[in-house]
């Protein structure tokens, strides 16, 4: 009979915590048979993702080596990292990690199945002391985090196949780690207390052989047999819904050769360029790599796509701060946003891909809500993680499936009813945001006006083409009733930052939907930043968010207060780095590392986003300066392995914090909107223009210069509380009914029944002969299903 379970000590271990979220690379195959993801740092695999690109289920993989006598190396601590991809246009990863006292390295060449959802490395130990030719003994130690939590797994060793394994699993995932030749020990425990380091830790050797650990955090240690000549082995690790699947799919993937493996992993990842336009290849005369970064950028892009959610890209692979983060909070990026979906949809457009930014269409179609809503981000199942509403989200499916018409690749994609939605949630809800592109602040901000007028020309450009001139007519009305406001909702007239320099956009001007709208506020109003970052006056708060205004075509490059503001932005928001300009997401900013080095804990100091130099590299290219330096900037920025984050340190080295000056600080590596926004300014180079201009909107405000209106609209997120009674006044409301006004203090009233000049928006207007100047509007809205707004509203007539 076998012998009964040993059951390890020390329950339930110590508080589970994910890891670093520096990466140096993410992988996945390109089939999407292969429904597994993983991302590496320090020398080792970290979160492995299965069975979709959000839910990670490891904390970290790593080795430890000892000999037996005198040390314990841990991988990610103890020794020095190299990384290379030997295949410039694929995922594969050579780890190298070298014993400082030069003893050996460990070369690890890492890459998933190409059809099974199992994570592979070769590992290889080379001896560089022979003195230490029969000492070292190798042991792969795994953190589970089964199901997107350390908490409540369970561990087990376990034969099946006549194959020793290493098992955890927690609910319904399950995983199995082995390896070829097979391990020669094992043992399963408690992390901190009986897993295989404070073993070895102890002694230089595995004592302990445990065979069951249940409902903790939870590690699994395995000693890898390395004697065989050429000291190389193959470790796996399977996933699956049962233990027998992932251990199926383990033994599997360990049955072939690994070379086989690798050839067509490689193959896989090769196909891309088959069927593509070689616009890529156009790009590398932009590049100062040659292209690389470029092509890296592209296969970062497509490895953040579901395989089961397809279209679908998750924002970062990785969990920013996460080695500080406990594993109660299930967020991190591995979500979707859609601002980051058509970010990232577009550099594939602009890499000339089309395949994934038309899944990326269908998939935000299936997200928008029924009323032109969506979430602010959400599972890849489409169920929303935070509850915000942000509206230049609400614009993305419109400006995505422009962009797809653009490059002739809409045919079979239902895009007009999803902008028809879009529209009418951008005029219901606009235009104060809830929240702006950087979530945080509500009100009138620039980038998010942008936004929303670029997508409702694209909307009215939809209607005219459908032959719906009276649609296409009020789109474009309110359009331009937006744009022609831009400058009194955003700009201020007293800005103090830069002597000389009043005048110029401001981040936000904060307002609330529902408020009426206060002439002048911009220049009085006071901001209260999120993070720790205290209260400012909103004219002495700047970004960079203006500048959509130029990219989207809404104001031209040469435009005076964009180029007053591009002033003050340099002087108030730049850094110059080792690698070139950085730039702040804002002035005040405390989304970031703390200054003395450690995480960001709610509060902390805001770095250089490399995103943001690649936008203002897309202005410099528009206003006819240089553009290629913010380019290679973008390319400095990246790390060995070719990852672009989210921010920069930029302050003075912190080696007890493992900051570099210019370097990346400890938040999300890579960003799919870093990667993006390189694609974006490589493109335009080549274009001589930037490629996410929307060449409706351009052509109306930028090239032809509109700058006034033809009405006024009023609608109960924004009661205005002024009107030029020479224009025509549109009452906006998202249901059918009646407007009851008067504008003799109800001595007689009208009743103006409201038409629906595009789906699921009713309005009704008031012509200049409706309207005395130097009178007062009063009106109210009795909706068709009984209910009303509940109370009557004044409008001043002026002119």
Same mark, same amino acid.
């Given at each position: 009979?076998?012998?009964?379970?040993?059951?390890?000590?020390?329950?339930?271990?110590?508080?589970?915590?994910?890891?670093?979220?520096?990466?140096?690379?993410?992988?996945?195959?390109?089939?999407?048979?292969?429904?597994?993801?993983?991302?590496?740092?320090?020398?080792?695999?970290?979160?492995?993702?299965?069975?979709?690109?959000?839910?990670?289920?490891?904390?970290?993989?790593?080795?430890?080596?000892?000999?037996?006598?005198?040390?314990?190396?841990?991988?990610?601590?103890?020794?020095?990292?190299?990384?290379?991809?030997?295949?410039?246009?694929?995922?594969?990863?050579?780890?190298?990690?070298?014993?400082?006292?030069?003893?050996?390295?460990?070369?690890?060449?890492?890459?998933?199945?190409?059809?099974?959802?199992?994570?592979?490395?070769r590992i290889r130990l080379e001896v560089l002391d022979s003195t230490y030719a029969e000492k070292l003994r190798v042991f792969a130690l795994l953190a589970p985090h089964a199901g997107g939590s350390g908490r409540g797994n369970h561990a087990a060793a376990c034969d099946l196949a006549g194959e020793p394994l290493l098992r955890a699993w927690r609910d319904g995932t399950h995983l199995a780690m082995g390896a070829r030749p097979g391990f020669l020990r094992r043992?399963?425990?408690?992390?901190?207390?009986?897993?295989?380091?404070?073993?070895?830790?102890?002694?230089?050797?595995?004592?302990?052989?445990?065979?069951?650990?249940?409902?903790?955090?939870?590690?699994?240690?395995?000693?890898?047999?390395?004697?065989?000549?050429?000291?190389?082995?193959?470790?796996?690790?399977?996933?699956?819904?049962?233990?027998?699947?992932?251990?199926?799919?383990?033994?599997?993937?360990?049955?072939?050769?690994?070379?086989?493996?690798?050839?067509?992993?490689?193959?896989?990842?090769?196909?891309?360029?088959?069927?593509?336009?070689?616009?890529?290849?156009?790009?590398?005369?932009?590049?100062?790599?040659?292209?690389?970064?470029?092509?890296?950028?592209?296969?970062?892009?497509?490895?953040?796509?579901?395989?089961?959610?397809?279209?679908?890209?998750?924002?970062?692979?990785?969990?920013?701060?996460?080695?500080?983060?406990?594993?109660?909070?299930?967020?991190?990026?591995?979500?979707?946003?859609?601002?980051?979906?058509?970010?990232?949809?577009?550099?594939?457009?602009?890499?000339?891909?089309?395949?994934?930014?038309?899944?990326?269409?269908?998939?935000?179609?299936?997200?928008?809500?029924?009323?032109?809503?969506?979430?602010?981000?959400?599972?890849?199942?489409?169920?929303?993680?935070?509850?915000?509403?942000?509206?230049?989200?609400?614009?993305?499916?419109?400006?995505?499936?422009?962009?797809?018409?653009?490059?002739?690749?809409?045919?079979?994609?239902?895009?007009?009813?999803?902008?028809?939605?879009?529209?009418?949630?951008?005029?219901?809800?606009?235009?104060?945001?809830?929240?702006?592109?950087?979530?945080?602040?509500?009100?009138?901000?620039?980038?998010? $006006? +942008?936004?929303? @007028?670029? &997508?409702?020309? !694209?909307?009215?450009? =939809?209607?005219?083409?459908? #032959? %719906?001139?009276?649609?296409?007519?009020?789109?474009?009305?309110?359009?331009?009733? $937006? +744009?022609?406001? @831009?400058? &009194?909702?955003? !700009?201020?007239?007293? =800005?103090?930052?830069?002597? #000389? %320099?009043?005048?110029?956009?401001?981040?936000?001007?904060?307002?609330?939907?529902?408020?009426?709208?206060?002439?002048?506020?911009?220049?009085?109003?006071?901001?209260?930043?999120?993070?720790? #970052?205290?209260?400012?006056?909103?004219?002495?708060?700047?970004?960079?968010?203006?500048?959509?205004?130029?990219?989207?075509?809404?104001?031209?490059?040469?435009?005076?207060?964009?180029?007053?503001?591009?002033?003050?932005?340099?002087?108030?928001?730049?850094?110059?780095?080792?690698?070139?300009?950085?730039?702040?997401?804002?002035?005040?900013?405390?989304?970031?590392?703390?200054?003395?080095?450690?995480?960001?804990?709610?509060?902390?100091?805001?770095?250089?986003?490399?995103?943001?130099?690649?936008?203002r590299g897309l202005y410099a290219l528009a206003a006819g300066e240089p553009a290629g330096p913010y380019l290679d900037a973008l390319a400095a920025f990246a790390n060995p392995g070719g990852m672009l984050p989210e921010q920069l340190w930029r302050f003075p080295d912190d080696p007890d914090h493992d900051l570099e000056f210019g370097g990346p600080a400890g938040s999300a590596m890579p960003l799919c909107w870093s990667h993006a926004t390189y694609l974006n300014?490589?493109?335009?180079?080549?274009?001589?223009?930037?490629?996410?201009?929307?060449?409706?909107?351009?052509?109306?405000?930028?090239?032809?210069?509109?700058?006034?209106?033809?009405?006024?609209?009023?609608?109960?997120?924004?009661?205005?509380?002024?009107?030029?009674?020479?224009?025509?006044?549109?009452?906006?409301?998202?249901?059918?009914?009646?407007?009851?006004?008067t504008v003799d203090g109800w001595d007689t009233s009208t009743d103006t029944p409201l038409t629906a000049p595009l789906p699921l928006v009713h309005a009704a207007e008031l012509r200049p002969a409706d309207l005395p100047a130097g009178g007062t509007l009063r009106f109210t809205l009795h909706h068709a299903d009984g209910g009303g707004l509940g109370r009557n509203f004044d409008v001043r007539l002026t002119g």
């Open positions: 009979m076998p012998d009964p379970p040993s059951e390890a000590f020390g329950a339930p271990g110590i508080e589970p915590r994910w890891t670093s979220s520096a990466k140096v690379g993410v992988g996945t195959a390109y089939h999407t048979a292969s429904r597994l993801w993983f991302t590496l740092s320090h020398g080792v695999v970290n979160e492995v993702y299965h069975p979709t690109a959000d839910q990670p289920n490891t904390r970290d993989l790593q080795l430890l080596i000892t000999d037996g006598e005198t040390f314990l190396h841990e991988e990610r601590r103890d020794l020095t990292h190299a990384v290379e991809r030997p295949d410039e246009d694929t995922l594969a990863y050579r780890l190298t990690n070298t014993d400082p006292g030069g003893r050996y390295r460990v070369v690890k060449d890492v890459l998933s199945d190409p059809h099974q959802p199992v994570l592979l490395q043992s399963v425990g408690y992390s901190g207390s009986s897993d295989g380091y404070q073993d070895l830790q102890d002694g230089f050797d595995l004592a302990w052989s445990f065979t069951e650990a249940r409902d903790g955090t939870v590690a699994l240690t395995g000693e890898l047999d390395l004697s065989a000549p050429g000291r190389t082995a193959v470790l796996g690790l399977g996933f699956g819904d049962s233990a027998t699947s992932s251990a199926c799919a383990l033994l599997q993937a360990l049955g072939d050769r690994f070379d086989e493996k690798r050839e067509s992993f490689l193959r896989q990842w090769k196909r891309l360029d088959d069927g593509c336009d070689g616009t890529l290849n156009r790009l590398e005369a932009q590049c100062g790599d040659g292209g690389g970064l470029a092509r890296l950028s592209r296969c970062v892009l497509l490895a953040h796509e579901d395989k089961t959610y397809q279209g679908a890209m998750t924002a970062s692979l990785s969990i920013p701060w996460g080695a500080h983060q406990s594993d109660a909070d299930p967020g991190g990026y591995h979500l979707v946003w859609p601002r980051d979906l058509l970010h990232a949809a577009t550099a594939l457009l602009a890499a000339g891909e089309t395949a994934t930014p038309r899944r990326a269409m269908t998939y935000l179609a299936c997200l928008q809500q029924a009323d032109g809503g969506i979430p602010q981000n959400a599972w890849l199942d489409g169920e929303p993680f935070w509850p915000g509403l942000q509206l230049d989200e609400v614009a993305a499916p419109a400006l995505l499936a422009w962009r797809l018409r653009r490059a002739g690749a809409c045919e079979g994609l239902a895009t007009p009813a999803v902008v028809r939605r879009a529209a009418a949630k951008l005029i219901h809800s606009g235009p104060v945001t809830p929240q702006e592109r950087w979530e945080e602040n509500s009100g009138y901000s620039p980038s998010t $006006l +942008a936004t929303c @007028v670029a &997508a409702l020309c !694209v909307a009215a450009e =939809g209607f005219a083409e459908a #032959g %719906e001139a009276a649609a296409a007519a009020f789109v474009h009305d309110y359009a331009d009733w $937006l +744009a022609a406001h @831009v400058e &009194a909702w955003t !700009v201020t007239t007293r =800005g103090t930052l830069v002597d #000389g %320099e009043p005048r110029h956009f401001v981040r936000i001007n904060p307002a609330e939907a529902g408020d009426t709208p206060v002439p002048g506020s911009v220049d009085t109003a006071e901001v209260r930043l999120k993070n720790g #970052g205290g209260t400012h006056p909103a004219r002495d708060v700047v970004d960079l968010g203006f500048l959509q205004l130029v990219r989207y075509g809404v104001r031209p490059a040469d435009d005076a207060t964009v180029a007053a503001s591009v002033r003050v932005a340099d002087a108030v928001l730049k850094h110059d780095l080792p690698g070139g300009p950085g730039y702040l997401r804002y002035n005040h900013d405390g989304y970031g590392q703390k200054r003395d080095g450690s995480a960001f804990d709610t509060e902390g100091v805001g770095g250089c986003w490399p995103l943001l130099t690649g936008e300014l490589a493109r335009s180079l080549c274009d001589g223009e930037p490629f996410d201009r929307i060449g409706p909107c351009h052509d109306r405000y930028a090239r032809d210069g509109r700058r006034g209106f033809d009405a006024t609209f009023w609608c109960p997120a924004h009661p205005i509380a002024e009107a030029d009674a020479a224009k025509p006044l549109r009452i906006v409301s998202d249901r059918p009914g009646t407007l009851r006004w």
